[in-house]
T-cell receptor
Framework: AQSVTQPDIHITVSEGASLELRCNYS??????LFWYVQSPGQGLQLLLK??????LVQGIKGFEAEFKRSQSSFNLRKPSVHWSDAAEYFC????????????FGTGTRLQVFP | GAVVSQHPSRVICKSGTSVKIECRSL??????MFWYRQFPKQSLMLMAT?????????EQGVEKDKFLINHASLTLSTLTVTSAHPEDSSFYIC????????????????FGPGTRLLVL
């Protein structure tokens, strides 16, 4: 069965510092991978996605993620965090050819200090 | 592009009443919409998949008679929580898949802003 693990429940960084949010997945083949961001009381906004090709994916708001098959990971990174990046971040996995059932991780809450 | 709206954004109701939540794709047609439920500090759990013109497919453990889903058009799906009870209080989020962008390998769900339901 597919599963997604986000090991870090809560991360705090200073504004301007670099950021890496971890995501590990369990799936029998190469899945579709997504990162979403959720601001308080809001729905989810797609940051980036990986379907195939280049394993380093660029997204919106200066985020990027790297798919590492050997580590079953899809970590999200940003070189310099802004205060407006404070939010909840969800990694999700979907089956190839059928992303009807996106499996979400439990999320990582990012707090940014000035 | 790819904007999904939900109405209402929040609703408070008395126990035993029914509440209807609308999910609309504003600038694209969605043959498939999804309904999720999110408990505080937890992840999203898929409740059901809504297909235009056909019955919804519910996930295991989701009561069909309590959570009625109707997908009457390519831009609108509704979730009705019938005879709501306090345990139904939650954040309900819908998403939609853009029919014209569904190419088998470009599938992306676009999410609405969510509806917070509080049942007293």
């Amino acid at each position: 069965a597919q599963s997604v693990t986000q090991p870090d429940i809560h991360i705090t960084v200073s504004e301007g510092a670099s950021l890496e949010l971890r995501c590990n997945y369990s799936y029998g083949a190469t899945p579709y991978l997504f990162w979403y961001v959720q601001s308080p009381g809001q729905g989810l906004q797609l940051l980036l996605k990986y379907f195939s090709g280049d394993t380093l994916v660029q997204g919106i708001k200066g985020f990027e993620a790297e798919f590492k098959r050997s580590q079953s990971s899809f970590n999200l990174r940003k070189p310099s965090v802004h205060w407006s990046d404070a939010a909840e971040y969800f990694c999700a996995v979907g089956a190839r050819g059928n992303t009807d059932k996106l499996i979400f991780g439990t999320g990582t809450r990012l707090q940014v200090f000035p | 592009g790819a904007v999904v709206s939900q109405h209402p954004s929040r609703v408070i109701c008395k126990s035993g009443t029914s509440v209807k939540i609308e999910c609309r794709s504003l600038d694209f047609q969605a043959t498939t919409m999804f309904w999720y439920r999110q408990f505080p500090k937890q992840s999203l759990m898929l409740m059901a998949t809504s297909n235009e013109g056909s019955k919804a497919t519910y996930e295991q453990g989701v009561e069909k008679d309590k959570f009625l889903i109707n997908h009457a058009s390519l831009t609108l799906s509704t979730l009705t929580v019938t005879s709501a009870h306090p345990e139904d209080s939650s954040f309900y989020i819908c998403s939609a898949r853009d029919r014209d962008r569904y190419l088998g390998f470009q599938e992306t769900q676009y999410f609405g802003p969510g509806t917070r339901l509080l049942v007293l």
